[in-house]
């Protein structure tokens, strides 16, 4: 009886160590993100395609910039996406560091009866206007010298926001604040802010839904929702006074004059840009990492997204975000030695 029990144990032994001898049943390499909503079409590409070549798996919850901020300063996850910078006192105060990743397309979206994508054009002050309450409705005469021929109809405007902590809300409505002084002084800028009208959603696929489904409502949102989920978007009259619409040529434009190493930590804000063919909602995404995390999973981060910036701009193209120059990805690298003292 003895030894009978002595050979189920050497069996069980066996079975155990073919079972964990199996390629795939070892402990997988991982990283864990969180943050903006606005990458988060080229990131789940990214992350795909990554662990494809890497074995590495790249969870991302899709939370909201302020999300993402609020778990990397509380060491929750391993990296952090906001579509709005960290002050380089924020970042020391909080032991981390930050650097863009791709640059992005904000757009306002609409849902008017009859008005095709880009037929509706609006400038900074209309925009302001609408979101602060003051035109209701979309045949207002206020919109109908900047839409000759357009035939906007009698119907009230549902303004739609985002309702969490946004670094795509923190560009749009510093967007306003620039061009808008009644903006600034009633509304402001920041992730969160205390909207005058409208009804909030949260994240961009919950702004989509609310506008596809509401007749008469504007939202924003990173352009590559509008492409994905096929909604019309706004041409805006930017700096210049031209007309321009939402595309990587225009993003490509506004981002040309962001000169990166001439700020501390990469704080850029890249709103309202100069250029006859600059889009004037444009921003940088970027990425927070931790300096006393372990250097080992830093490392395995830093390179993910050195592979993201380099051999995956395809999918960035395709998405129709911009990619960083090479001069800036440089940057970024010597960046990443000074201060992690990681080198690739």
């Not at 054009?121 to 021929?149: E, H, S, V």
């Not at 006859?276 to 990425?287: D, K, L, Q, R």
């Not at 981060?301 to 960083?324: I, R």
């Amino acid at each position: 009886m003895c030894e009978f029990f002595k050979h189920i144990v050497r069996s069980l032994v066996l079975l155990f160590i073919c079972v964990f001898a199996i390629p795939g049943h070892a402990e997988q390499a991982t990283v864990n993100g969180a943050g903006g909503t606005a990458i988060y079409p080229v990131l789940s590409q990214w992350a795909d395609l990554y662990h494809e070549k890497a074995q590495v798996a790249v969870n991302y919850q899709a939370v909201g910039s302020g999300a993402g901020i609020a778990q990397i300063k509380a060491k929750t996850v391993d990296f952090a996406n906001s579509d709005k910078p960290l002050t380089p006192d924020d970042l020391k105060t909080n032991g981390l560091v930050q650097f863009p990743t791709v640059i992005i397309g904000i757009t306002p979206i609409v849902n008017i009866p009859n008005v095709n994508s880009a037929q509706l054009t609006l400038d900074g002050d209309t925009l302001a206007a609408i979101f602060l309450g003051r035109i209701k409705k979309w045949n207002d005469k206020l919109l109908q010298p900047l839409n000759p021929g357009v035939a906007l109809p009698d119907l009230d405007i549902k303004v739609v926001h985002r309702s969490d902590g946004s670094g795509t809300t923190f560009n749009f409505t510093d967007y306003l604040s620039k061009v808008s002084p009644d903006w600034k002084g009633k509304a402001g800028s920041d992730t969160t802010i205390q909207w005058p009208v409208g009804i909030g959603a949260k994240g961009s696929d919950g702004v989509s839904a609310e506008v596809q489904k509401n007749s008469g409502s504007i939202g924003y949102i990173e352009y590559a929702y509008a492409v994905q989920k096929n909604l019309a978007v706004v041409r805006l009259k930017n700096r210049e006074g031209k007309i321009v619409e939402p595309k990587s040529e225009t993003f490509q434009s506004a981002a040309a004059n962001a000169d990166f190493a001439a700020v501390p930590d990469f704080y850029l804000i890249l709103t309202n840009q100069s250029g006859t063919n600059s889009w004037p909602i444009t921003a940088g995404t970027y990425v927070m990492l931790r300096r006393d995390a372990p250097k080992e999973k830093n490392t395995m981060v830093v390179k993910f997204l050195t592979w993201c910036m380099t051999e995956g701009q395809a999918q960035s193209k395709q998405l129709n975000y911009v990619p960083l120059p090479d001069k800036t990805l440089r940057w970024i690298k010597a960046y990443w030695k000074s201060q992690l003292g990681i080198e690739l």
